[in-house]
């Protein structure tokens, strides 16, 4: 931190900072373990930019929601809403939210349908 005085609010994270260091030094020292420093390559972080920019099989899938009648999207979307559930009662919630980002897309099919 950089500043030309110490505001009381600053001290506070100062103090409750230094505090949570000084617990996991004893923590550390208790169980004999020695901090390392993280090494990992930079190109790992670059891939997942990359990634994004590739259309998966996934969403290719969906474009066939084109060809499908109102009725049909209606079952995919009651069947979609049971795969969330599913995937949110196994606290998968990375999955339980695509899926429901893909109903979103699929109820915004039926609107301009219409």
């Given at each position: 931190?950089?500043?030309?005085?110490?505001?009381?609010?600053?001290?506070r994270?100062?103090?409750?900072?230094?505090?949570?260091?000084?617990?996991q030094?004893?923590?550390?020292?208790?169980?004999?373990?020695?901090?390392?420093?993280?090494?990992?390559?930079?190109?790992?972080?670059?891939?997942?930019?990359?990634?994004?920019?590739?259309?998966t099989?996934?969403?290719?899938?969906?474009?066939?929601?084109?060809?499908?009648?109102?009725?049909?999207?209606?079952?995919?979307?009651?069947?979609?809403?049971?795969?969330?559930?599913?995937?949110?009662?196994?606290?998968?919630?990375?999955?339980?939210?695509?899926?429901r980002?893909?109903?979103?897309?699929?109820?915004?099919?039926?609107?301009?349908?219409?």
């Open positions: 931190m950089y500043a030309d005085k110490v505001t009381d609010s600053m001290q994270a100062i103090d409750e900072t230094s505090r949570r260091r000084k617990i030094m004893d923590y550390n020292l208790r169980h004999n373990i020695t901090p390392e420093s993280i090494i990992k390559e930079i190109d790992s972080v670059f891939e997942s930019v990359y990634e994004s920019d590739y259309v099989v996934e969403k290719l899938r969906e474009e066939v929601v084109e060809f499908a009648s109102p009725d049909e999207i209606e079952k995919m979307i009651r069947k979609m809403e049971k795969e969330m559930a599913q995937a949110a009662k196994k606290l998968e919630f990375e999955k339980a939210a695509e899926i980002d893909r109903i979103r897309n699929l109820r915004k099919t039926l609107v301009f349908d219409i």
